[in-house]
Antibody, heavy 122, light 111 residues
Framework: QLQLQESGPGLVKPSETLSLTCTVSGGSISSMSYYWGWIRQPPGKGLEWIASIYYSGSTYYNPSLKSRVTMSVDTSKNHFSLKLSSVTAADTAVYYC??????????????WGQGTLVTVSS | QSALTQPRSVSGSPGQSVTISCTGTSSDVGGYNYVSWYQQHPGKVPKLMIYDVTKRPSGVPDRFSGSKSGNTASLTISGLQTEDEADYYCCSYAGSYTFYVFGTGTEVTVL
């Protein structure tokens, strides 16, 4: 059974960089047609897609966050990471890592991590 | 890119049917057959219920069905059950610049 697990600090200071890692178990991050991504949800609000990455390193970013986001993948550790720079209180959210299937079909989020709350506060 | 528009809430009695709309534009919902729907119970992780407008992942009851007409996609829950009470979000692929845009979310209440 595929499992995704987010890890990283739960508290980040304003203007600093948020860093999260998602470790994949029960399957390979290098599987063809599967992308890996991040989705966030501010408390009491809706979902927002942040970014996606393929095991080759190809990345796709939400245009509204593109200037601050970097995703990377480490196939040897079977994990992928998110960095969001210059954070403000508006970046406070539960951050989910997800799997996406992208081929003749698109299944965004057929597997999700449990989510990790990141609070931006001094 | 603006969020897709969903009604804030819908409600129905057990056994009834409810339909949730998801309105976008020709750049997202209307332009691609890649609309998905998610169910989220309070404090829980979202669950994929529908993808590619009409397809159900394994394990999702056939009470859940999706459709699309023009720039509006819809999720219908037939034979409403108490466990269907949750928030529902739509999401559409929006091309190779925007990629994915979510809806505003709809709270489904079972009366």
């Amino acid at each position: 059974q595929l499992q995704l697990q987010e890890s990283g600090p739960g508290l980040v200071k304003p203007s600093e960089t948020l860093s999260l890692t998602c470790t994949v178990s029960g399957g390979s991050i290098s599987s063809m047609s599967y992308y890996w991504g991040w989705i966030r949800q501010p408390p009491g609000k809706g979902l927002e897609w942040i970014a996606s990455i393929y095991y080759s390193g190809s990345t796709y970013y939400n245009p509204s966050l593109k200037s601050r986001v970097t995703m990377s993948v480490d196939t040897s550790k079977n994990h992928f990471s998110l960095k969001l720079s210059s954070v403000t209180a508006a970046d406070t959210a539960v951050y989910y890592c997800v799997r996406l299937y992208v081929a003749s079909s698109i299944r965004l989020g057929d597997y999700w991590g449990q989510g990790t709350l990141v609070t931006v506060s001094s | 890119q603006s969020a897709l528009t969903q009604p804030r809430s819908v409600s129905g009695s057990p056994g009834q049917s409810v339909t949730i709309s998801c309105t976008g534009t020709s750049s997202d919902v209307g332009g691609y057959n890649y609309v998905s729907w998610y169910q989220q119970h309070p404090g829980k992780v979202p669950k994929l219920m529908i993808y590619d407008v009409t397809k159900r992942p394994s394990g999702v009851p056939d009470r859940f069905s999706g459709s699309k007409s023009g720039n509006t996609a819809s999720l219908t829950i037939s034979g409403l059950q108490t466990e269907d009470e949750a928030d529902y979000y739509c999401c559409s692929y929006a091309g190779s610049y925007t990629f994915y845009v979510f809806g505003t979310g709809t709270e489904v209440t079972v009366l």
